[in-house]
């Protein structure tokens, strides 16, 4: 089992930025796709990112498509979600997770595909 835990959120004005990271530990972070995913208040939990254990592919909700951008760097374990153009509607608590398979071929994107989960950090866009 792997441990996630993210960082970074906070409150931002919207139109600004922010930049979410999750680091990893337990076992290895390496073969893992890894995703992003939010909840706001009332709501259910909604896929925002995703990228393949290569780093070579990426995935993106429409809402955010253009604005967010995942990346990862194996070598520190994290994930990042750089977060631009930031708007209201993108308050929400945000998840990073861990595929449940390594080498998978397809990016994963349904809370199914992924096993494992952090705690969340709270992202609040004010207007």
């Known amino acids: 089992q792997v441990q996630l835990v993210e960082s970074g959120g906070g409150l931002v004005q919207a139109g600004g930025s922010l930049r979410l990271s999750c680091a990893a530990s337990?076992?290895?972070?390496?073969?893992?796709?890894m995703g992003w995913f939010r909840q706001a208040a009332g709501k259910e939990r909604e896929f925002v990112a995703a990228?393949?254990?290569?780093?070579?592919?990426?995935i993106y909700a429409d809402s955010v498509k253009g604005r967010f951008t995942i990346s990862r760097d194996d070598a520190k374990n994290t994930v990042y979600l750089q977060m631009n153009s930031l708007k209201p509607e993108d308050t929400a608590v945000y998840y990073c997770?861990?595929?449940?398979?390594?080498?998978?071929?397809?990016?994963?994107?349904?809370?199914?595909?992924?096993?494992?989960w952090g705690q969340g950090t709270q992202v609040t866009v004010s207007s």
């Open positions: 997770a861990a595929d449940n398979y390594r080498f998978q071929t397809a990016v994963p994107r349904t809370t199914a595909d992924f096993g494992s």
């Open positions: 990228i393949r254990w290569s780093g070579g592919s990426t």
């Open positions: 337990g076992r290895t972070f390496s073969g893992y796709s």
